[in-house]
């Protein structure tokens, strides 16, 4: 038979499994840092509830934070529902607090006439929000991305956080290199009418000028990293984009120095045409241009 742990011998008990979760949790990161450059990542498993740590506790700390962000900083009910905060928990590279500015963003812009373009779109996790978010209207989605990763880095694009610990920016080329397969995929999971998808694979240094794009768009998210793809996007939709549209960039001052010298020397040059916004400090590091007129 065995006997109740004393209050000392409970809190050894309770240290013990601490220190062995905190061993769990490094070794998990130390795997997950080579398992997540190929698409996976290992959870915590709860064995009474059946639950992954992901699904259970982590929907409702963002059910929470999101909350937080209704009240605070959109000083609005945001029209996302479970299956966003879903779609949102899987982002690698894109985090929460910016998931929940597009979402925001884009539902303002959905009564603009125009599609909604992702440049950049690695796995396909932000693709799926973004077409989960528009499902109810008759809105294309266009999804650019070379499918082979990042090309060569331009002069402009000097590192300024090494996150993968590659050592040097040009180490970068050909990385956050995920199948075409892999985003359709993720697509047919959310049974978005797949005559709405529009998925422009090849560097967009050539497929913006050889293939079919959108005429007009309210909303887009550019997220390629680097300079030239950053400012080609830039200009493209500097043509398309409707008066009152969007244009989130991420990684402003993160990891290439290249997606902010081109946000620069776009804004610079149309501040009559754009207005430039920043999120809150802890949000992300991306810059909102809405189009004035
Ligand atoms: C940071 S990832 C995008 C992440 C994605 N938006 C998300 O939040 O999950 C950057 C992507 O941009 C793509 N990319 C970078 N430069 C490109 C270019 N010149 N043409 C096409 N795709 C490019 C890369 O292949 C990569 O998948």
Redesign the pocket.
């Known amino acids: 038979m065995g006997s109740c742990p004393d209050k000392a011998g409970f809190n050894t008990l309770r240290q013990n499994r601490y220190i062995a979760m905190s061993v769990q949790m490094r070794l998990g990161r130390i795997v997950n840092s080579f398992l997540t450059r190929f698409g996976y990542k290992l959870v915590l498993y709860n064995g009474t509830s059946g639950q992954t740590f992901t699904e259970g506790q982590l929907l409702k700390a963002l059910t929470e934070l999101r909350a937080v962000y209704h009240e605070y900083v959109f000083k609005k009910e945001l029209t996302t529902d479970e299956e966003s905060l879903r779609l949102l928990s899987n ?4 985090g929460f607090g910016t998931g929940l500015y597009l979402v925001a963003y884009l539902h303002q812009s959905l009564t603009l006439e125009g599609d909604i373009c ?1 440049f ?4 396909g ?2 693709s799926a929000l973004l077409a989960h978010e528009i499902k109810n209207t008759r809105k294309n989605i266009w999804l ?8 060569e880095p331009s002069a402009k694009d000097i590192l300024l956080d090494d996150f993968g610990n590659f050592g040097s920016i040009k180490a970068y080329k050909g990385s ?3 199948p075409e397969d892999m985003v359709r995929t993720r697509l047919s999971h959310l049974q978005f009418p797949p005559d709405r998808i529009r998925i422009v694979p ?4 050539k497929t913006m000028n050889t293939q079919d794009l959108p005429k007009t768009v309210c909303f887009a ?1 550019v ?4 300079y ?2 950053t400012i080609l996007a830039l200009n493209y939709l500097d043509t398309v984009l409707s008066p009152g549209g969007f244009i989130i960039i ?1 990684d402003y001052d993160f990891f290439s120095q290249g997606a902010k010298c081109a946000v620069d020397e776009f804004f610079d040059s149309r501040k009559e045409r754009y207005s430039r916004k920043f999120p809150l400090n802890s949000s992300g590091n991306f810059c909102i241009l809405c189009r004035l007129s």
Request: net charge negative; aromatic share 20%; glycine share 8%.
């Open positions: 982002s690698m590279y894109t992702e950049g779109v690695a796995q996790v932000i650019f991305d070379s499918f082979e990763g990042l090309p956050l290199s995920f090849g560097f967009i240094e998210f997220d390629m990293n680097f030239e793809p991420d």
